[in-house]
């Protein structure tokens, strides 16, 4: 099963629920498009503990710290949707992650969603609570379901606001499926207690 992991805002905590999910599935990891000098996957790397999950590198790796369409621009290159393709072993699940939110742009025609859709992959959906999130995510959920993707459920991460997350939960009528405090320190201890509470959570 291929799993794609977005958010309803740039910093919203993608990387981290990959790496909880990667360890919690014991699957696989993958980021195909990535922007800034600085790779993501490197970071889940870091922080899962399993002898089973694979990292796969990137269909795009832009140096640029900016939006994908926009980096490829500067780096003239420009992203194909049909050349990024699933890779390694099909076998295991795996965890994709996207770049920013569902609209951001990958080229003139594409976006960020897509890569989800031509997957078929379920979406996981990261939200944090900040004023303008309800609106945020619910936008979100909306652009997800008209486009017919089916959606694995919520994770809230960050500072907790139980009225806010009530509200999502009630009008998206999706599964909380975790909530991530917010940590001090992101290590392979943290990764691992929420990924057992994420395992406890999942229904497949």
Not at 85 to 103: R, Y
Request: glycine share 6%; charged share 20%.
């Amino acid at each position: 099963m291929n799993y794609f992991v977005t958010a309803i805002n740039t910093d919203s905590g993608k990387t981290l629920v990959s790496a909880i999910l990667t360890q919690a599935l014991q699957a696989d990891y993958w980021k195909p498009v990535q922007s800034g000098p600085e790779r993501d996957a490197d970071k889940v790397s870091e922080l899962i503990n399993n002898n089973y999950s694979l990292i796969f590198n990137e269909s795009y790796w832009f140096q640029t710290p900016a939006a994908p369409h926009y980096a490829a621009e500067i780096e003239n290159v420009t992203i194909d949707l049909d050349k990024i393709e699933l890779p390694g072993n099909k076998g295991n699940h795996l965890v994709i992650e996207g770049a920013g939110g569902v609209l951001v742009p990958l080229n003139d025609t594409h976006f960020v969603i897509d890569i989800a859709a031509k997957f078929e992959a379920e979406i996981i959906l990261v939200s944090n609570n900040y004023l303008g999130s309800i609106n945020h995510t619910l936008l979100t959920i909306n652009e997800i379901q008209r486009r017919g993707l089916p959606v694995k459920g919520i994770v809230f991460n960050g500072p907790r606001n139980p009225s806010t997350e009530e509200y999502i939960l009630k009008k998206s009528g999706l599964k909380c499926l975790l909530k991530i405090d917010q940590e001090k320190e992101l290590d392979q201890f943290v990764v691992s207690k929420y990924a057992i509470e994420l395992f406890n959570n999942w229904e497949d």
